[in-house]
């Protein structure tokens, strides 16, 4: 099976389509949060996301429109908007081809009640040392902003970094593929006017 990986899109519609187009060939498409942002949701890109059918989790932005400080930001949204925030779970533990596949915006010892998450970058030691308590084949995470493909024993860490905000040295949107069947993961780089290009290729 094919799954397209999205994060942190960020409100970002003219990427998220253009991440949507080149994943056109995968059966399960995932968003892993920050679909939106804490003082600003953009309905297109909730709509964008529910019609390609993508199953998502909440990003500590979506976390923070539906905790109690922000009634206000609720009450601008469309009840079907803030009912499809409301029902994204803070994770998700998947089985893909017979590989464990686990997905979160943070980390897996992010406090689901917390609306901070934490950050993973592939120089934290300590961090992906931790990871490596997590029991899964593929450990999807987002939030940084940053890509990474890493291999903590067995498991691959995957970041596809955002499609929506770039916060790297080069200044670039990605999105990401893994394909089960094959044990491949790539991240390609959304490029304005042009075909994606793959820039971390790596299997598990
Ligand atoms: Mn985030």
């Known amino acids: 099976?094919?799954?397209?990986?999205?994060?942190?899109?960020?409100?970002?519609?003219?990427?998220?389509?253009?991440?949507?187009?080149?994943?056109?060939?995968?059966?399960?498409?995932?968003?892993?949060?920050?679909?939106?942002?804490?003082?600003?949701?953009?309905?297109?890109?909730?709509?964008?996301?529910?019609?390609?059918g993508m199953m998502g989790i909440l990003g500590n932005h979506e976390k923070c429109i539906?905790?109690?400080?922000?009634?206000?930001?609720?009450?601008?949204?469309?009840?079907?908007?803030?009912?499809?925030?409301?029902?994204?779970?803070?994770?998700?533990?998947?089985?893909?081809?017979?590989?464990?596949?686990q997905v979160v915006h943070g980390a897996p010892w992010d406090d689901p009640s917390d609306i901070s998450c934490s950050y993973v970058y592939e120089q934290d030691v300590r961090s992906l040392n931790r990871l490596s308590a997590t029991d899964a084949d593929v450990l999807l995470l987002g939030h940084t902003h940053i890509a990474m493909a890493t291999r903590l024993g067995k498991m691959l860490v995957l970041n596809p970094g955002s499609c929506g905000e770039a916060r790297d040295?080069?200044?670039?949107?990605?999105?990401?593929?893994?394909?089960f069947a094959a044990g491949t993961a790539t991240v390609y780089e959304v490029r304005a006017g042009g075909p994606p290009e793959a820039f971390i290729q790596t299997s598990f």
């Not at 009840?79 to 409301?86: G, M, V």
């Not at 040295?169 to 394909?179: N, T």
């Open 1 to 52: 099976m094919k799954v397209g990986v999205v994060s942190d899109v960020h409100n970002n519609v003219e990427a998220l389509t253009y991440a949507l187009e080149a994943l056109r060939d995968c059966e399960l498409l995932l968003n892993l949060g920050d679909l939106v942002s804490q003082y600003r949701v953009t309905p297109e890109v909730l709509r964008v996301s529910r019609e390609a």
């Open 66 to 101: 539906l905790s109690l400080g922000s009634a206000a930001m609720r009450s601008r949204l469309a009840p079907a908007d803030l009912a499809f925030l409301e029902g994204l779970p803070d994770q998700r533990s998947l089985s893909i081809d017979g590989r464990q596949v």
């Open 169 to 179: 040295r080069a200044r670039r949107l990605s999105f990401a593929e893994l394909d």
